[in-house]
């Protein structure tokens, strides 16, 4: 399963490994969850960002209500049992539309999990979010992106002064009652035990209601580094490994992203391959309804061998 060709050689034929085996691909089962992605624009440019936002990354543009209402209307017209909406970014409070999305997902009866880093372009919005969380509750969940529990390794990542403006939106969040979760990452090698361990002591000494033992209310994401030699995943390999392809997420969820320059968005088929044209499967959630070919390093990384989903129901 495990080739020895360079990485370079690998994840070139959709269909066949380096090793000339037959890859892996993974079914849309049910499309539990659709992402939308609000832009690339963030207020931050962190050193491992998966999907290279900055302050001038511009390469996925705003996203607007109408285009998200077009998705959430074909949900309806094709009869799919989507039970989520996720937002991603960027910063979605940074998209002038962002409240009026949520509102709109949330108004149709989804559950809607918008990610954040929690700082000033979140809590802009005060005023705005305590309304929608007195109308939904905890249909609606902030999952804040607090990537360890050490204030400097945080911003080794996030940049000088990210730490204390994360630390009162997260608090804010909190104390007002919001279905709250925690996005951390693994890339400074502690084991789990350790890393919920350092999570529950930073929690509880900030009166903060999250169990950080719950693995749905913090999720520690392993890192995507696409420099990495990784195996290419084969269709031996779910039984090698033990793994389902129905547990993967695109056999759940796909993201609709609208690249800079396109008159519409696309649905890509999954929300950490952004750019990469072999995984954007057309225009329609109806055409993005195909297979997914698992060639890319993030597939074998973070899916398959990492065992990461974006999801707040997976």
Not at 23 to 33: E, F
Not at 113 to 118: Q, W
Not at 254 to 262: I, P
Request: with cysteine; net charge negative.
């Amino acid at each position: 399963m495990i080739t020895t060709h360079p990485h370079k050689e690998k994840f070139i034929n959709p269909y066949i490994t380096a090793k000339g085996e037959e890859r892996a691909s993974v079914s849309l089962n049910t499309l539990k969850t659709l992402w939308f992605n609000s832009g690339t624009l963030c207020n931050l440019a962190c050193v491992n960002c998966y999907i290279e936002s900055t302050p001038q990354n511009d390469a996925l543009v705003y996203l607007t209500l109408a285009e998200v209402t077009t998705y959430l209307d074909e949900i309806t017209k094709e009869g799919y049992l989507t039970k989520e909406i996720g937002i991603t970014g960027g910063e979605p409070f940074l998209n002038p539309d962002i409240i009026a999305i949520m509102t709109q997902c949330l108004d149709r009866g989804f559950s809607l999990l918008v990610l954040s880093n929690a700082m000033r372009p979140m809590m802009k919005c005060k005023k705005d979010l305590l309304e929608l969380k007195h109308k939904y509750g905890d249909t609606l969940t902030i999952r804040v992106s607090v990537d360890h529990f050490k204030p400097e390794l945080h911003e080794e990542e996030r940049g000088a002064r990210s730490w204390q403006p994360m630390m009162l939106g997260l608090k804010w969040l909190s104390d007002g009652g919001f279905n709250t979760t925690i996005a951390g990452r693994t890339r400074w090698g502690e084991n789990e035990m350790e890393l919920r361990g350092g999570f529950d002591t930073l929690f509880k000494n900030n009166a903060i209601t999250i169990n950080a033992h719950d693995k749905s209310e913090l999720i520690l994401f392993p890192e995507m580094d696409e420099n990495v030699p990784v195996p290419e995943i084969t269709t031996a390999c779910w039984d090698i490994l033990n793994v389902k392809p129905n547990d993967m997420m695109c056999a759940s969820s796909r993201m609709v992203v609208k690249h800079k320059g396109d008159d519409k968005p696309s649905v890509m088929a999954c929300t950490l391959l952004a750019y990469d044209q072999q995984f954007n499967l057309g225009h329609s959630l109806k055409e993005a309804s195909q297979s997914v070919q698992l060639n890319h390093p993030h597939c074998a990384k973070f899916c398959v061998l990492g065992g990461g989903a974006c999801s707040a129901t997976a």
